[in-house]
């Protein structure tokens, strides 16, 4: 019976272990070389390095986020600069996006579920903020200069407050940080109506 137990706590010892490394594994892994630009011409999903002898300094330079993108109707335009854009970022577990306001533009509350971002005001003045998994809001205006981080997998939020159109920088710990905007995971995916109605105290015709 007592070697049962011992042999029991082992293997719950070794489960914990295995857990562990499972979740720290999660993240974007370490490279092994120095770099790695992806050979966009093959047809494979996984797609190999091109030759290092081939790769020259324009595969590390991205020139498009010079100006701001198309704006949305919530007067808001991101570029997104991950590896699918720039082969450079590939493996180097990094990316960015180039985040523009109108005047009372918003980005939408969203989050990214692989990684952590830290946002720098170019130009402008930003309400910006996150909810914990308490729902408590850490919001404040930041302004130019200023740098905000929205840790890992939380909901986030901006709006430009200013009188001018503003410009941040957003900074991410994954080259595929992945974005899941609130309002269109809510309403403009295929959940049940019943269930919104019932979710949120609104009509069906409100939803």
Known sequence: ?????????????????????????????????????????????????????????????????KNPGNFR???????????????????LGTSLVRADFNVGGINVPHFHPRATEIAYVLKGRIYSGFVDSENRVFAKVIEEGEVMVFPKGLVHFQMNVGK???????SFNSQNPGLVRIPFAVFGSEIKKELLEKAFGLSAKEI
């Open 1 to 65: 019976q007592q070697e049962t137990n011992t042999m029991s706590s082992k293997m719950t010892v070794l489960l914990v272990i295995f857990l562990h490394n499972c979740l720290v594994l999660a993240s974007d892994p370490d490279p092994v070389q120095d770099f790695c630009i992806p050979k966009t011409e093959s047809s494979s999903s996984i797609l190999p390095c091109k030759n290092s002898s081939l790769v020259t300094v324009e595969d590390f330079v991205f020139s498009g986020v």
């Open 73 to 91: 109707t919530t007067g808001f335009s991101a570029m997104a600069v991950t590896s699918s854009v720039f082969p450079g970022l590939n493996t």
């Open 164 to 170: 001018s159109p503003a410009t941040i920088i957003g």
